[in-house]
C-alpha cells in the first residue's frame, strides 16, 4: 500500500526549505498555469499551490483533499490573503467531486506517489479536464535525497510518463524543480 503524508506533519508543507526549493508562485509559472486557466489543486494539503495560483487566475480554483483538516487551513489562508475564487471540497480517494469538464488546468504536487490505483485517479483527473485541458504533477526525484520520503516510496519521471501516455494523455513537457523535484506536464489528447 501507498505510503500517506501524515497530517500531523502539516508544518512540513510550508516552511523555510519549502519557499526556497519549491517556490510556489515560480513553480505553477514554470508548469503553464495562466490567468485564464481555471484550476483543480488535487490533494492541495495546507494551500500552498491553491493560494498562489488563484493569484495568478481570473477564474476559479478547487481545492480538493481527502483530509478536513488540510481543507480548513486552505479556508484560515484563503480568508487572510482575501481571495474569493477558491472553492473548497472534501473529496473521496478516487472521486474528485466536481463536474466533469470543469477546469482547464490541474495540479498533483507530491500526491501521485500516495495513491494506490494511479490508473484510476488518471482517469478521474481526465473526466474533470476540459478538452485540452493539462495536468502538471510534481513529484520528488528518485534518488534518497536528504528531504523528503524514502527512494523507495517515490515514483520516477519514466513512470509518470508511462502511467499519464497510457490513458489520453500526452507529454507536453517536463522541468527540473531545484536539485530534488521533477514537473511533468501533461494535456488531454485531443
Ligand atoms: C504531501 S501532501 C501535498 C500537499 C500539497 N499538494 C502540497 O504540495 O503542498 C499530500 C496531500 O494529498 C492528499 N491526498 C492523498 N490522497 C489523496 C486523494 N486520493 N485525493 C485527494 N487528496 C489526496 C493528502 O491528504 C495530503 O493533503
Redesign the pocket.
Known amino acids: 500500500m501507498a505510503h500517506?503524508?501524515n497530517?500531523k506533519s502539516k508544518s512540513k508543507?510550508?516552511n523555510e526549505w519549502r519557499r526556497e526549493n519549491?517556490q510556489s508562485e515560480a513553480t505553477l509559472l514554470s508548469l503553464g498555469l495562466t490567468p485564464e486557466d481555471s484550476m483543480a489543486?488535487?490533494?492541495?494539503?495546507?494551500?500552498?499551490?491553491t493560494i498562489p495560483a488563484a493569484q495568478i487566475v481570473n477564474n476559479q480554483v478547487f481545492a480538493?483533499?481527502?483530509?478536513e483538516e488540510?481543507l480548513e487551513e486552505v479556508n484560515q489562508r484563503m480568508v487572510a490573503a482575501g481571495l474569493a475564487n477558491v472553492t473548497t471540497l472534501k473529496?473521496?480517494?478516487?472521486d474528485?467531486k466536481i463536474p466533469i469538464e470543469s477546469v482547464s488546468f490541474a495540479?498533483?504536487?507530491?500526491?501521485l506517489h500516495?495513491?494506490d490505483d494511479k490508473k484510476r485517479?488518471i482517469t478521474e483527473i481526465h473526466r474533470i479536464l476540459k478538452p485540452e485541458g493539462r495536468i502538471a504533477v510534481?513529484e520528488w526525484i528518485k534518488e534518497d535525497t536528504e528531504m523528503g520520503p524514502p527512494c523507495a516510496h517515490r515514483i520516477g519521471k519514466e513512470d509518470v510518463d508511462a502511467l499519464f501516455t497510457a490513458e489520453k494523455f500526452e507529454r507536453i513537457d517536463s522541468k527540473k524543480i531545484a536539485t530534488v523535484f521533477y514537473g511533468s506536464i501533461f494535456r488531454v489528447k485531443a
Open positions: 500517506k503524508f497530517i508543507l510550508d519549491l489543486d488535487i490533494g492541495c494539503g495546507i494551500g500552498y499551490f480538493l483533499d481527502t483530509s488540510m473529496t473521496d480517494e478516487y474528485l495540479l498533483l504536487a507530491l500526491v500516495e495513491i485517479m510534481i
